[in-house]
């Protein structure tokens, strides 16, 4: 019987796979390492890159194993959704160039994956598909217009309008981590300066923090890092700031701040229902999020303020591969 | 036959009234004063104001007026759109507060005019309707995602996604104007800092030069305000920018930039086909767009960058009453 999804989250690091029901429940599971990344954040190489297509090939294979090893047949599954980094096109599902994958410029990844399994794919952006998920199954379930920010190494997101995904018109929509907070603000790897990502992302954060204690802060985190400042994490920033430690505790503050801005931003433009975060970072509770609701509330117009609820997500890394099995299933219909 | 529309524009000023045909041609047009302004910029009262009740008669009046003087019957109005001032409820007609006509507080419009006229009474937000309107038949046609800056005394905005005007949840998306572009620049009237409006509407860059010219800059401004310079206005600055005077270009390359930066963010968050300016401001041509463009091309992602078109809009001071009406003529299906 035609009654299973694929869903798949191609990360530089690790790409997840899942045989989902249709409607949205994983039943198995598994990851392969990716192979194709550039390097390491601090650009170390960390496995000869294999090319898109030979990545492709294992991804494939990692998808009829995981099949065959539950005795689900191929002829099962009515499609499969990916999930990958962009810039790309999901009507075509050519990935035009991601930044941490390498040789991935306009690679038919759709094509590819029908030519393997013969089985419909639908490819979208990573941000997009976690989206989703969280929008069908996760924090955004029930709700009609969602904005999701995702918080990974850059700032992502995603928006749903009307229960459909809105990708814009070059499935550029929804980059949240690239709007200027601070016109001035330092340099972004995009380019600019002073967008949300340059100021508020996790590395930043704690590029942020080294600074500071290299001019003297003084704070646990120094002895939480054995003072090899290069080991400091967004994790023990969060840490330090449970114990108390008011650099790490400010740390966070003003990353909610910048996250707010960013929130009052969405919400005098789009007045959504719900702004939803995802992320490692989130794990950081109120220690984050009163500060992105008070600055939020605070710049936001009276009417969508009003409105929205700003919360975590529920559905952790499986955002990706729900998200993605569930855009696939919907199709065109968005 | 019923095959005419009614368009009104209310402003705090005037309210613009016109007889249009099904595919947007106005053929009749009138105004009246609309009685109901707190003050002018300088808070003066202009008139003793009316209640919006007595408007509403006065306007049906004139409705009622320019169709016996043009031998249209009523019968022949198929609907009636309004573009109102908000906070509204676009689907019960209802408007919640309009900062600058006085009394208007939960005033139902929509209920109001129909129980005057007897004809079907859409009712939107001013920003919504003049962006409507050029989507419709002025600068956006034939485009699909479409965003519109309206640069009035404050700076509003619309949004057209995938050929429907999206209003967000409570009729308030699209609000440009109140985005954060400067976190501790100047005071907004809306309470937040360094909104977009506070930094780039017309009363704003007027008072940013008189306050440079009270520092001591020497500028073409003072002579042709006769040294009053409470009369300067962002005309004045246009016509002393296209005498060379460097510091009004300054002014306009300067409130360019800034509204760059909020292109550049609604870019990378709805990844439009085209933005459009309306309003006063727009006359002063490349000697503010240029600044626009360039501002918001070095902000935005390659791609929603490479895409879009930056343009002045098309239909003047006629969007608001064509818009208003096609609003009325799509109704429900948006």
Same mark, same amino acid.
Request: charged share 20%; hydrophobic share 40%.
């Given at each position: ?5 694929? %869903?798949?989250? #191609? /990360? @530089?690091?690790? +790409?997840?796979? =899942?045989? $989902?029901? *249709? ?128 918080? %990974?190494?850059? #700032? /992502? @997101?995603?928006? +749903?309008?009307? =229960?459909? $995904?809105? *990708? ?167």
């Amino acid at each position: 019987m035609k009654n299973k999804l694929i %869903g798949v989250d #191609i /990360g @530089g690091t690790n +790409i997840k796979i =899942g045989i $989902l029901t *249709k409607d949205g429940k994983i039943i198995h599971k598994t990851s392969i390492p990716t192979y194709s990344i550039v390097g390491d954040a601090y650009m170390r190489p960390l496995h000869p890159p294999e090319k898109p297509q030979d990545i492709v090939k294992r991804l494939c294979d990692a998808v009829k194993n995981l099949c065959y090893k539950n005795k689900i047949k191929l002829s099962e599954i009515v499609k499969i959704g990916i999930g990958c980094p962009g810039p790309l096109n999901s009507k075509k599902g050519i990935i035009y160039s991601t930044p941490n994958l390498f040789g991935w410029e306009n690679f038919p990844l759709k094509k590819c994956i029908e030519r393997h399994l013969k089985i419909p794919t639908v490819v979208n952006n990573d941000a997009n598909s976690a989206t989703y998920g969280e929008y069908w199954l996760g924090a955004g379930k029930g709700y009609s217009t969602v904005v999701c920010f995702t918080l %990974g190494t850059g #700032i /992502g @997101g995603g928006i +749903i309008l009307n =229960g459909k $995904l809105f *990708k814009g018109i070059d499935d550029s929509a929804g980059h949240f981590g690239h709007t200027t907070i601070v016109p001035d603000g330092p340099k972004c790897g995009c380019g600019n300066k002073g967008c949300l990502e340059a100021l508020a992302s996790a590395p930043n954060m704690v590029k942020r923090a080294i600074s500071k204690i290299k001019n003297g802060t003084r704070t646990k985190l120094i002895v939480l890092s054995n003072g090899n400042l290069n080991t400091i994490t967004a994790k023990m920033i969060h840490i330090a700031a449970i114990q108390g430690d008011k650099f790490a505790k400010e740390l966070l503050a003003e990353t909610g701040r910048y996250l707010g801005i960013a929130v009052a931003n969405v919400l005098n433009i789009l007045n959504p229902e719900i702004v939803i975060f995802s992320g490692g970072m989130i794990e950081a509770g109120d220690l984050l999020f009163k500060h992105i609701r008070k600055e939020a509330m605070k710049r936001a117009l009276p009417q969508p303020a009003k409105r929205v609820k700003i919360v975590p997500a529920k559905l952790g890394n499986n955002a990706g591969i729900i998200g993605a099995a569930g855009l696939a299933l919907v199709g065109d219909n968005i």
